[in-house]
């Protein structure tokens, strides 16, 4: 085999060795940027929508319960089947009243 690939010459041999064995920042930078990555889809996937879910369900505004109103009646009264704030009620049966 040797005698066969006398002939033959490797001529990039220093291009090759800057690549393996970097010395410069720009070299290590060039080495670090050509990495092949190698993602798995099943994994990854479940974790995208198990967090997708935990965000809809947990987070503000991803909630779907209506408020709870309870902190709220102090400052509410119904009438006539609505539902209006005490001040803005009071001030309009005032108004009412007053044009009366």
């Known amino acids: 085999m ?6 033959m010459k490797f001529h ?3 291009t090759v060795i800057r690549r393996t064995h970097p010395k410069t920042w720009h070299e290590r930078l060039k080495k670090f ?5 190698e ?3 099943l994994p990854l996937g479940a974790a995208f929508t198990l ?3 935990f ?3 947990t ?10 109103p309870e902190p709220f009646k102090e400052g509410l009264i119904e009438a006539g089947g609505n539902i209006y704030w005490k001040k803005d009620y009071e ?3 005032e108004q009412h009243e007053d044009q009366n």
């Open 55 to 57: 965000a809809v369900t």
């Open 2 to 7: 040797d005698i066969e690939l006398e002939s």
């Open 59 to 68: 987070l503000p505004g991803g909630n779907r319960n209506p408020v709870n």
């Open 12 to 14: 990039s041999s220093e």
């Open 39 to 41: 993602l798995p889809v």
């Open 51 to 53: 967090l997708f879910i």
């Open 91 to 93: 001030r309009a049966v």
């Open 33 to 37: 940027w050509n990495k092949e990555l």
